[in-house]
């Protein structure tokens, strides 16, 4: 993991890094979905499964939601499952004590899958960017306002569950053919995987107006990130103190507004380590930052070991934080 840096070139050595990291107070970490690779769960964009036929981020939107709230919605619920199915890996678990043994430590997560939150990250310290996948609230969020958050319920509703242990069992075929129709070159465009059409009725209804169905607490395409972490995060970055490192964790950083939250840490001090599997996300390093090229779930627990300590696996006896 570690070979000599060019004079140009970000330091890939733990030892500069542990250095630095020891002597550090105010730290932020700006975490994507590489963190979770290790956890088994696919990329949004690849959800796999009962949803390789549709486009994902045309599902993500105010407006699929209101078109088809029940397709919507068992695509949110096909995500929930797979991501309660997978557990927080040694990293989530490393940055979740760090921020314990450091209440100057930030963490802006880009991720809605509630592996930090089940990682017993403390709430305070951890500011969900783009929602949480277990948090649901009212459609009419502006009239009626009702939220729960962390609704680890598998399935939240009867009607959306999974039609067999295994959700892909039933599209095999499905997917045999479609395989055999590329390779002949046959248009595939009529060859799709079946969808339940649900009831509006049957769907998760708010428990408050009683009028409205709830939908998940994520950001969808084309709505704004939420103000209260948006909030917080300015609030942060606005304080006087300096910012002594910056942990940019199996994201690019390169959409905004986390793509700027690096710059504004250097701007106020900051070192910035890259943690990615992607060599090209060292472009933008300087000869006084770290890039370590690897797993997540085994690098971060490595370089945070002197302050964390030795981290082990998740406990499932312990369930998650609620």
């Avoid at 570690?2 to 630095?20: E, N």
């Amino acid at each position: 993991m570690s070979h000599p840096a060019s004079r140009d070139m970000p330091l890939t050595d733990v030892a500069s890094f542990v250095q630095h990291l020891q002597s550090s107070k105010r730290i932020v970490a700006l975490l994507g979905a590489g963190l979770s690779a290790s956890s088994g769960l696919p990329t949004f964009r690849g959800a796999g499964g009962l949803w390789r036929t549709y486009d994902a981020t045309m599902l993500a939107t105010p407006q699929a939601f209101q078109r088809d709230p029940g397709l919507s919605w068992q695509f949110y619920s096909y995500r929930r499952h797979m991501a309660l199915n997978a557990k927080p890996n040694r990293a989530h678990l490393a940055l979740a004590e760090l921020a314990r043994r450091n209440p100057a430590f930030i963490t802006l997560s880009q991720n809605v899958d509630g592996l930090s939150p089940r990682a017993n990250h403390p709430a305070g310290q951890l500011k969900l960017l783009h929602g949480n996948l277990f948090d649901v609230k009212c459609w009419d969020e502006h009239r009626c306002g009702y939220s729960r958050k962390n609704d680890f319920t598998d399935p939240i509703v009867p009607a959306l569950a999974l039609p067999t242990e295994n959700p892909d069992s039933d599209l095999k075929a499905a997917a045999e053919k479609k395989k055999h129709a590329l390779l002949r070159g046959a248009d595939i465009s009529d060859i799709n995987v079946e969808i339940p059409q649900l009831k509006r009725e049957d769907l998760p209804q708010c428990p408050s107006c009683k009028k409205n169905l709830l939908r998940p607490g994520v950001v969808w395409f084309g709505e704004s990130l939420p103000e209260d972490v948006m909030s917080d995060v300015d609030d942060y970055f606005s304080d006087r103190e300096k910012i002594d490192l910056m942990l940019v964790i199996g994201t690019s950083a390169k959409v905004y507004p986390a793509a700027g939250y690096t710059s504004i840490a250097r701007a106020k001090g900051a070192r910035v380590a890259v943690i990615n599997m992607d060599r090209g996300d060292a472009r933008e390093l300087t000869k006084d930052d770290w890039f370590f090229e690897g797993d997540a779930a085994v690098i971060i627990p490595d370089i945070l070991k002197t302050v964390v300590g030795e981290i082990g696996e998740f406990d499932d006896t312990k369930g998650p934080a609620l």
